[in-house]
Nanobody, 116 residues
Framework: QVQLVESGGGLVQPGGSLRLSCAAS????????MGWYRQSPGKECELVAT???????NYADSVKGRFAISRDNAKNTVYLQMNSLKPEDTAVYYC??????????WGQGTQVTVSS
């Protein structure tokens, strides 16, 4: 069994910041890519950011310059620092982890709401 435990979501005003965390545990082979996706009501799930084991990152255009993804390989944990948040960032954010067998795992989702 593999568990992904997310934390850090919540309500924040426009322009504010939040930091999401996702810790993976269980019967995991070596983790390769880690990432964050989000889904807003009525919209498809979209990629937010990904990071490889060696630290190469990829961001959606809509979050470049505002969000930063990082990871701690020793803790099997991925983070998403979100700054200058906008109402359009409101969504459920999902953590994604892929291991060396190409198995894909998802977190339970954490709600981020940006509103005044």
């Amino acid at each position: 069994q593999v568990q992904l435990v997310e934390s850090g979501g919540g309500l924040v005003q426009p322009g504010g910041s939040l930091r999401l965390s996702c810790a993976a545990s269980g019967s995991l082979f070596s983790i390769t890519n880690m990432g964050w996706y989000r889904q807003s009501p009525g919209k498809e799930c979209e990629l937010v950011a990904t990071i490889t084991r060696l630290g190469a990152t990829n961001y959606a255009d809509s979050v470049k310059g505002r969000f930063a993804i990082s990871r701690d390989n020793a803790k099997n944990t991925v983070y998403l620092q979100m700054n200058s948040l906008k109402p359009e960032d409101t969504a459920v954010y999902y953590c994604n982890v892929r291991d060396s067998t190409d198995a894909n795992y998802w977190g339970q989702g954490t709600q981020v709401t940006v509103s005044s």
